[in-house]
C-alpha cells in the first residue's frame, strides 16, 4: 500500500491523499489533523462494485468502525464526487475499502485494484 499526502496552496485546498492500494485495512490519521473534506475521486480495476469508506476518527477498523462517508464506485470504472460546501472532519481521516457498504462488511477488493485521492484543508 502507497499512501502519499501533498500539501496544495488554497483554493483548492491544502492536501491531497493519494492511496493507490486501498484495502479493508483502514489507513488512520492519513491527513495527520482535522479538515474539510472537498472532492475524492475512485478508481477501480475489479469487476465487482467497491465501496470506500471514511471515517472521523484517528483510529479505524474495517467491519466495526462506522463510516461517516460511504461512496459507491462500480466495477472497472472511475467515479468522483464533488463536495463544493465541504464536509468537516473534526478528529482527521481514516479510510479503507471493502466490497460491500454493509458497515460489518471486511470483504476486500484485493490489493492494486482501487486507487484513491481526496482533497482536504
Given at each position: 500500500m502507497t499512501v502519499s499526502v501533498t500539501n496544495q496552496s488554497t483554493p483548492l485546498g491544502n492536501k491531497i491523499v493519494q492511496d493507490?492500494?486501498?484495502?479493508?485495512v483502514a489507513v488512520d490519521n492519513a491527513t495527520g489533523a482535522s479538515g474539510t473534506l472537498y472532492a475524492v475521486e475512485i478508481t477501480t480495476t475489479t469487476g465487482s462494485t467497491v465501496f470506500f469508506k471514511l471515517a472521523d476518527t484517528t483510529d479505524a477498523t474495517a467491519g466495526t468502525t462506522a463510516a461517516d462517508?460511504?461512496?459507491?464506485c462500480p466495477g472497472n470504472s472511475q467515479k468522483s464526487y464533488i463536495f463544493p460546501g465541504g464536509i468537516p472532519f473534526t478528529a482527521g481521516?481514516?479510510?479503507w475499502c471493502v466490497l460491500s457498504a454493509?458497515?460489518?462488511n471486511t470483504t476486500t477488493p484485493g490489493?492494486?485494484?482501487v486507487?484513491?485521492?481526496?482533497?482536504?484543508?
Open positions: 493507490t492500494s486501498v484495502v479493508n462517508i460511504v461512496l459507491r481521516f481514516s479510510h454493509a458497515e460489518s490489493a492494486n485494484n486507487s484513491v485521492s481526496y482533497v482536504t484543508s
